[in-house]
């Protein structure tokens, strides 16, 4: 041992980041166990490595006693007084034993802990560096496959993207280098394992929040973000900053910041919305890019029923309503998606049950009685109907039109000039006739 180990302990430090006096501490530690192990000892032995010429002093501690029973961890109070006259009876006392040829024994001994105290730091380190780095994202490259994992190397370490968190239809190849999202860190006794994914949301927001300068200072937030990985992600956000609009904050001039992210997620669409605070706004816009008519929300239930023209229908649903899908689960409502056509024919049919049910519930003879009522019933009705006695004026009366039935005169002495003689015996005839019958 010599000053050559202190300089490559300092060399480690500053290449792996293992502190010196780390290594040292356990090189020491390993060499009491060397040192008991080649010569057979049961002492408690202690030892020191100079921090500067790297020499290894091997020290035996014993305890200062009256009359010595066991010399090997004992001593008594005259031979420690060789050492210093300050010690009494009860004083431990470090006898140094080091060996002539302990500095072999010591230098295989320290390789071997530094090898090992590399690998653990090194752990640790990636360890701690990783485990901080969770829900964050990591760059890497492509460097193998193993069964249906794909190995990401990212330096100082591999990080594993199992299948599940594989976005479909993706396809992977050695030496792309890709981004991926943190999920989790395992410490184990080898190297720690890194698992990443590419579908889950927090990928979606990171890049944003690396590519728009406005969510990273806080200026905007992302609200809330619904994906389907690998086919479209809509994500809610909201400017504390009335002054920055949030949509283009995040679009770029030209489109230029959202492109960048579609391309590194493969064509992945993505529809960025504006946060709002009224529900009906938030998801008639949740449905971007269909244009809604009107939206009906029933609070207590998480319902809302949606109302798109015609021709917007398919494009509100969606491929296989994923578009209907990605917009409740970004809200939190359940949506109901209706065409005016459709809520038409709705209005229509509820119209015609409600007729008809109201026709049974009619009870049978009130139905008389309904057309009845319907038609004046006396004449009083029927004079209030054309006049009003308060609006009369009396002077303008002919009374020879509104003289009283007891005041017209009827001249009973000519009934000839009112019916002749042969239209009475027809009247006559006829009524016989019918009783005849």
């Known amino acids: 041992m010599s000053a050559e180990l202190i300089h490559a302990l300092e060399q480690i430090e500053k290449e792996k980041g293992i502190q010196k006096e780390v290594l040292i501490e356990a090189i020491e530690v390993a060499l009491i166990t060397a040192y008991k192990r080649n010569y057979g000892s049961a002492q ?13 002093r091997v020290f ?33 006392v470090e006898v140094e034993v080091t060996p002539r040829k302990f500095g072999r024994i010591a230098a295989q001994t320290a390789k071997q802990v530094v090898m090992q ?17 969770e829900e964050d994202i990591v760059s890497g490259v492509v460097s193998r496959f193993e069964r249906r994992n794909v190995i990401i190397d990212l330096g100082r370490a591999e990080a594993i993207l199992p299948p599940g ?22 410490k184990t006794n080898k190297s720690p394992q890194i698992f990443v994914s590419r579908t889950h949301p927090g990928l979606v927001k990171r890049l944003l929040e690396l590519e728009v300068p406005e969510i990273h200072d806080g ?4 609200k809330t973000i619904a994906r389907e990985a690998g086919s479209r992600t809509k994500i809610a956000i909201f400017s504390k900053n009335e002054n920055v609009d949030p949509v283009g ?15 590194e997620l493969k064509g992945e669409m993505l529809d960025v919305i504006k946060w709002s605070s009224n529900p009906q706004e938030y ?10 008519v009107r939206v009906d929300v029933d609070e207590e239930n998480k319902v809302a029923r949606v109302i798109v023209p015609d021709f917007q229908l398919s494009l509100a649903i969606g491929k296989e309503g994923q578009n209907a899908r990605l917009a409740a689960k970004l809200t939190g409502w359940k949506i109901d998606i209706k065409s005016e056509s459709q809520l038409r024919a709705q209005i229509e049919q509820e119209l ?57 005169e009827i001249d009973e002495a000519e009934p000839d000039e009112q019916y002749n003689s042969g239209d009475v015996a027809e009247m006559e005839d006829e009524s016989e006739s019918v009783e005849n019958q």
């Not at 090997?72 to 009876?89: G, K, M, P, T």
């Not at 105290?117 to 560096?129: D, L, N, P, S, T």
């Open 44 to 56: 408690n032995v202690e030892v020191y490595i100079d921090r500067l010429t790297g020499d290894v």
């Open 60 to 92: 035996a501690l014993k305890n200062i006693v009256e009359e010595v029973t066991d010399p090997s961890i004992e001593l008594s109070l005259e031979q420690a007084n060789r050492f210093s006259a300050d010690f009494e009876v009860g004083d431990v």
């Open 117 to 133: 105290r590399i690998r653990e730091a090194e752990r640790g380190i990636i360890f701690e560096e990783y485990s901080s780095k």
């Open 165 to 186: 968190e594989q976005t479909p239809g993706e396809k992977y190849n050695i030496h792309d280098r890709i981004k991926a999202y943190v999920i989790n860190v395992k």
């Open 219 to 222: 200026t905007v937030e992302i």
């Open 249 to 263: 904050a995040c679009v770029g001039q030209k489109g230029s910041r959202i492109r960048a992210i579609v391309e």
């Open 283 to 292: 998801i008639a816009s949740s449905l971007s890019p269909a244009k809604v």
């Open 352 to 408: 015609l049950n409600y007729n008809a049910q109201s026709d049974q519930e009619i009870p049978v003879g009130e139905e008389e009685t309904t057309a009845e009522s319907l038609f004046i019933e006396s004449d009083d009705e029927m004079e209030s109907l054309f006049i009003d006695q308060d609006d009369i004026n009396e002077d303008e009366i002919d009374e020879s039109v509104y003289a009283a039935p007891s005041e017209i």
